[in-house]
């Protein structure tokens, strides 16, 4: 009856769900056109509220690390572009931030809820789930299940 509420992430070593969203400069970012790469999806609830600021600014500052991963690095929530667009510019985020209206996606990824269900995936080159947490984990341990 509450499954929607108390629902797991999806499993490691299933198949990451398809998608395409628009991004803070309404690019269409797909994770088709990411296969290859290893790509973290962070489901965080708002832009601008302490919690998923920090948790932001802390793969902002692990960038590097990132990169050294052949990682991209995709904020998801229900938030406008445009709201994205002002969050990625306060805290220079340098990866995309993606508006996920009406939590379509967030449902595919079980983080949909009466607010986004933080949660953060590692989807590995091959297009399969090497990492799923709900929480903040510390990109450094995100990052230590890539391909």
């Known amino acids: ?6 629902s797991e992430p999806l499993a490691v070593g299933e198949d990451a769900p398809e998608f395409t969203l628009r991004d803070q400069d309404g690019n269409p970012v797909s994770l ?20 998923c600021t920090k948790q932001l600014c802390e793969f902002r500052d692990n960038w590097e690390l990132a990169k050294s991963k052949d990682a991209v690095v995709l904020g998801v929530n229900p938030g406008s572009e445009a709201k994205h667009a002002r969050f990625s510019a306060n805290h220079g985020f340098p990866f995309p931030l993606l508006a996920d209206p009406g939590q379509r996606v967030g449902a595919l ?38 391909e």
């Open 32 to 51: 088709a056109a990411l296969r290859g790469k290893n790509v973290v999806l962070v489901f965080y609830p708002a832009d601008e509220t302490t919690l």
């Open 1 to 6: 009856m509450l499954s929607w509420l108390f």
């Open 109 to 146: 990824y079980r983080a949909k809820g009466l607010i986004v269900k933080r949660t953060v995936y590692l989807v590995g080159k091959s297009g399969k789930i090497r990492y799923a947490r709900r929480g903040k984990p510390a990109p450094e341990e995100v990052l230590a299940a890539a």
